[in-house]
């Protein structure tokens, strides 16, 4: 079946560091793929979304490209701020496997000043 | 305005009793979901309702039963709550059935504690 694979946390960064959070999915159709963002005590939030191949999805300075070549979706951004401090998931979603969204197991994002 | 509300944002019961969570949405949105997420953040969907029909039913225990009166709500009753039971409990909503190119809209989520 599909699922979604990302990186374990936490990721601990300074101001100003470059973040990358790796993203890969399995899926038995032409997937959409999103980011969502859970800040602390909150819901999910959605960042950003790709829905077919080279697509960039990006907001508020966040980027995902979608490879297809590569069954990935990697969140960048190039200065994290303290504000960006939270949990992020990758998740895909595919009509054709009739499934609901499916999300990776989260990643926790701590950055300092 | 909130376009997907929970009722209650905490609730803390006892073993044994019987709780019910409320979601509604005002997106004119056909599907809803109920998503629970553990204490490790991980989120696994429950029930998916399209237009007041199920039409997703995860392995879940039948103390769990989701009702959805039109399609603009979809509440949660849980049976003899268990310890287990305790989580972060999420409504979310898409405009077609299963979500698409569109993703969801969540609900800031109901965490039950179960002491």
């Known amino acids: 079946g599909d699922s979604v694979t990302q990186m374990e946390g936490p990721v601990t960064l300074s101001e100003e560091a470059f973040l990358t959070i790796n993203c890969t999915y399995t899926a038995t159709g032409y997937p959409s793929l999103f980011w969502y963002v859970q800040y602390p005590g909150e819901g999910l939030q959605l960042l950003l979304k790709a829905t077919k191949a080279d697509d960039k999805g990006s907001n508020k300075g966040f980027e995902a490209t979608y490879r297809k070549e590569t069954t990935s979706f990697h969140l960048e951004k190039g200065s994290v701020q303290v504000s960006d401090s939270a949990v992020y998931f990758c998740a895909l979603s595919d009509d054709q496997a009739g499934t609901a969204l499916i999300f990776g197991k989260g990643t926790t994002l701590s950055v300092s000043s | 305005d909130t376009a997907v509300s929970q009722t209650p944002k905490y609730l803390v019961t006892q073993m044994g009793n019987d709780k019910s969570i409320k979601c509604e949405q005002n997106?004119?949105?056909?599907?809803m979901y109920w998503y629970k997420q553990d204490s490790k953040k991980f989120l696994k969907i429950m029930f998916s309702?399209?237009?007041?029909?199920?039409?997703i039913n995860e392995t879940v225990p039948n103390r769990f039963s989701p009702k959805s009166p039109d399609k603009a709500h979809l509440n949660l009753h849980i049976n003899s709550l268990e310890l287990g039971d305790s989580a972060v409990y999420f409504c979310?909503?898409?405009?077609?059935?299963?979500?698409?190119?569109?993703?969801?809209?969540f609900g800031s989520g109901t965490r039950l504690t179960v002491v």
């Open positions: 997106l004119g949105h056909d599907t």
């Open positions: 979310a909503s898409s405009p077609t059935e299963f979500g698409g190119r569109n993703g969801y809209t």
């Open positions: 309702y399209n237009n007041k029909e199920l039409i």
